[in-house]
């Protein structure tokens, strides 16, 4: 069963509203844009691109965070003056500097290599490879039969023994990420982005297993008192249990998101943070 609505339930968002310093972060693909049969076909709700240009200068962190390059989903978003988040959390596109985790960077080869492994091993039509340097995920979802494909996955995976080379898969919706094992994930990313921005109110909005991580810290911060903290899970046919539990609230869809970002831009409107910047 998902969580309350958070539309139906704007109150829960009053604390947040109190905030000093409350930052935002979106996932993208799923939450801020609808998933799409090939990553190259996913574009950002444009209601929702609109409401970010309003946040911006509103408050103390406008973040999107995806498991694409950052540099990748700031071109999709194409909003300027948002941080970018990308590869999980292994690079931060803020100010136009590009920053790379080292931990990420030194499993760069050994990524590619079981990813290489892997597309060597399946010739399945209608399958996806995305290299997206500091990690890479292989979609099935356009495969005539992706139980067949998500199988045939699995035995190669246990091939390649990942784990063996420091590399780390994770399972999402008809896909299969691949990163290294030691590196950062949404989670961690998000707690980085709330010490380095000051935060005292956090929201997130995710819609998927990699996004767990993000709403369990935001979830973590809030209950030891450290910031306002709140998040909720995009909801689609495909939404994971994990991301039902971890999120406090959910939206219907794609389109709720962008309901939701205006009417939040509209409640600060009043409330103006000074420009973008670390606390």
């Known amino acids: 069963m998902p969580p309350p609505n958070l539309l139906a339930n704007l109150h829960a968002v009053a604390p947040l509203l109190r ?23 996913a574009r950002v709700l444009p209601e929702a691109a609109d409401a970010l240009r309003g946040l911006v200068g509103k408050l103390a962190l406008a973040a999107v965070m995806s498991g694409r390059a950052a540099e990748d989903v700031a071109a999709l978003v194409g909003v300027d003056g948002l941080t970018y988040v990308g590869n999980h959390g292994a690079e931060v596109l803020h ?8 931990e990420a960077e030194a499993a760069r ?40 494909a998500a199988r045939e ?11 063996a080379r ?32 000051n935060l005292d109110g956090l929201l997130f909005i995710g819609d998927d297993t990699t996004d767990v991580d993000a709403m369990l810290t935001v979830r973590d911060l809030s209950s030891r008192s450290m910031l306002a903290g709140l998040s909720a899970v995009v909801l689609h046919d495909d939404t994971p249990e994990p991301a039902l ?3 406090d609230y959910s939206l219907d869809g794609v389109p709720e998101v962008g309901r939701f970002l205006s ?10 943070y000074p420009s973008q910047g670390e606390g």
């Open 19 to 41: 905030a000093r310093r409350l930052g935002l972060v979106l996932d993208y693909d799923g939450t801020i844009s609808e998933i799409a049969p090939t990553p190259e076909e």
């Open 95 to 102: 100010d136009g500097r590009l920053e790379l985790a080292p």
């Open 109 to 148: 080869d050994a990524v590619a290599g079981v990813f290489e492994e892997l597309r060597a091993a399946l010739d399945l039509p209608g399958m996806v490879w995305q290299d997206k340097g500091l990690s890479a995920t292989a979609h099935f979802r356009l495969v005539p039969d992706p139980g067949r």
């Open 153 to 163: 996955l699995d035995d190669a995976l246990r091939r390649a023994d990942p784990a």
């Open 166 to 197: 420091g590399v780390k898969a994770f399972w999402g919706k008809m896909a299969l990420e691949l990163r290294g094992a030691n590196g950062p994930n949404k989670g961690s990313a998000t707690r980085n982005l709330a010490r380095r921005f």
């Open 245 to 247: 539990h971890a999120a």
């Open 263 to 272: 009417r939040l831009e509209g409640a600060i409107q009043e409330v103006p």
